[in-house]
């Protein structure tokens, strides 16, 4: 059975930083790119960041870049997303995703996590 499980969410006050991890078991995602998504209260869900397989490629929202970064070990399976800078304005539940079904930033991914919440106080 294919899990993603995130971690790291938590409380954090404007300008602080969190790093979020997403663990893989079930299948090696090597060979594929990965993805954050996330969604505040009464909003839809919005793409955030994205790796290809290689770590060749990065991705990003407008609304994070030069805050967020992600990164991913595939020898762990792992994919991670630091978050500096951080304003209210992020605070959402944050998903982690596998296997995108379309180009980047693609909302349509095979695999989703459960998500971790992230709070961001003013």
């Known amino acids: 059975q294919v899990q993603l499980v995130e971690s790291g969410g938590g409380l954090v006050q404007a300008g602080g930083s969190l790093r979020l991890s997403c663990a893989a078991s079930?299948?090696?995602?090597?060979?594929?790119?990965m993805g954050w998504f996330r969604q505040a209260p009464g909003k839809e869900r919005e793409f955030v960041a994205a790796?290809?397989?290689?770590?060749?490629?990065?991705y990003y929202a407008d609304s994070v870049k030069g805050r967020f970064t992600i990164s991913r070990d595939n020898s762990k399976n792992t994919v991670y997303l630091q978050m500096n800078s951080l304003k209210p304005d992020d605070t959402a539940v944050y998903y982690c995703?596998?296997?995108?079904?379309?180009?980047?930033?693609?909302?349509?991914?095979?695999?989703w996590g459960r998500g971790t919440q992230v709070a961001v106080s003013s």
């Open positions: 995703a596998a296997v995108p079904s379309g180009p980047i930033p693609t909302t349509q991914y095979q695999y």
């Open positions: 790796v290809n397989w290689s770590r060749t490629n990065t």
């Open positions: 079930g299948r090696t995602f090597s060979r594929a790119a």
